[in-house]
């Protein structure tokens, strides 16, 4: 398996890509749907996969995921959609296919590591167009408890987040409408506002 997806032939890669697509659709097996999820995940990484991956549409799938009850479905599809959205075609097509919201609700999952993706993937997708949707008011909210939260990595993301995406005034109009309000607008909050610390 890794001398094959460790191949430089560019048509190699891609047949693998393929396969790996293939069987997560022909499988009943969630177990083998994990295992498929994460490996494209991985592979979603690496820059120069992104072609093949787009042909096969496999943001589309990590998409998909992202309302699954399975909670690593959900995870594996947010780390890949957060690897996807570094490029901007994958960008684009993410954005063309409501990402913005489906990426948003994962910012109440309890799993911290999907949390994380989801925040990175909203940076990556701020563009003119959809900056105001990714800096809406709940998703400042939200951004402004993980701020507080006992997670260094949650804290330190949430941090970046309100630095580089939004403006003082957003930041200020946020933190006012969220005196006197115990859960963020729109986004119902995992218990204190931390996603808890499952096993990564």
Do not use: W
């Amino acid at each position: 398996m890794m001398s094959r997806t460790g191949s430089s032939d560019p048509s190699d890669r891609f047949e693998y890509l393929q396969t790996l697509v293939t069987e997560f659709q022909d499988t009943d097996s969630e177990e083998a749907k994990e295992q498929v999820l994460a490996n494209l995940a991985n592979f979603a990484y690496d820059p120069s996969n992104m072609a093949h991956l787009r042909e096969l549409q496999v943001a589309d799938l990590f998409l998909d995921m992202l309302t699954e009850e399975n909670d690593n479905f959900v995870e594996f599809g947010m780390g890949g959609l957060c690897n996807l959205s570094m490029d901007p075609e994958c960008r684009h097509v993410i954005l063309q296919s409501g990402g913005i919201g489906l990426v948003t609700n994962c910012l109440s999952s309890r799993r911290e590591e999907t949390v994380l993706s989801a925040v990175t993937t909203l940076m990556n997708l701020l563009t003119p167009s959809s900056r105001s949707a990714i800096t809406d008011p709940a998703v400042l909210q939200c951004m402004l408890r993980f701020s507080l939260s006992q997670s260094p990595r949650l804290r330190g993301l949430a941090a970046v987040f309100l630095q580089d995406c939004c403006t003082e005034e957003q930041v200020a109009r946020a933190q006012r409408q969220m005196q006197g309000e115990q859960t963020a607008v729109g986004i119902p909050l995992p218990g204190n506002g931390d996603p808890t610390d499952e096993v990564r």
